[in-house]
């Protein structure tokens, strides 16, 4: 007989979080007496207390945890480590007292950009864009890189310090990832266009000085002929500032929800240590579209 177990959304500011309907609608399809919450953890103490808990299965990991969970495991896998951030919590199938993490948002970033690309195919070789320098950041740059061959990889972010720690981290991948950071006031006349963009930040009003900068340089970069796929991975609300512009100006855009529908099959490998044949992914992808639809946390 299957213990009675739990999996956690760890973070803070995760109680709009529209994932739990979804991951507890695979633990039925996978006859497991499981259970998926969102849990608020003020610090890191929080989150790990709750992680060794035995009765915890299984951690989805989110902002502002995604880097400072990374030294507190007990083995990260060679994934986690090149892209310098933990979102997926799970047990060692050997030995369960062990704590492993890795990172499954790439996952998530890719399927969302292959659903508007042409054909569903990686439109390969081409320039592309991140707003953004933390941890959502670090697997958008793997994702573009490994699976879209990136030629270049422009970066816009108010933080200077920010973008110097995500180029240093990144040089652990290969090939080594060409980023460069665009600066407010730069003239961007001669770059080129990037075909994808990822939004890696909260949907926040512009008002400092840098931040006004870097939306004056997204919208210049948008309002260009050619267009692409633009991903915002922030959902809150869905149809975020970022995507709103992207659609005026004629990009194909995805919303983040669906990143979250994207990684559902790794992280139940994970979580169960053994293929999910029977996970109900078309049922879970409704689950979660429906949830999406019904929530009053992401929808204003």
Known sequence: MVDEKTLHLVGIGVGHSIAPP???????????????????????????????????QGLVVTMPYKNTILSHLDGIDELSSKIGACNNIYRDPSNPSILRGTNTDWLGIKGCLLEKSAKKIPIMNEAALIVGAGGASRAAVYALTTVFKASVIYV???DDGEVADLIRDLQRLSPTPNIIHVKAGEN???????????GTVPDLEPKTEEELGVKALLEEF?????????????????????????????????????VIGYQIEEQWR????KDVNDLD????????????????SINF
């Open 22 to 56: 979804m991951h507890n609608h695979i633990a039925r399809s996978l006859n497991l007496p499981w259970t998926f919450s969102s849990v608020e953890c003020p610090t890191i103490q929080d989150l790990l207390t709750l992680a060794r808990k035995n009765t915890t």
């Open 156 to 158: 816009l972010n108010r």
């Open 188 to 198: 961007i006349r001669d770059l080129e266009t990037p075909y994808y963009i990822v």
């Open 222 to 258: 948008l309002s260009r002929p050619d267009k692409g796929v633009l991903l915002d991975m922030c959902f809150k609300p869905r149809r975020t500032r970022m995507i709103q512009i992207a659609e005026q100006l004629g990009w194909f855009v995805v919303e983040g929800t669906h």
């Open 270 to 273: 994970l979580w169960t240590g």
């Open 281 to 296: 992914t078309k049922g879970a992808w409704e689950v979660l579209m429906d949830a999406a639809e019904k929530s009053p």
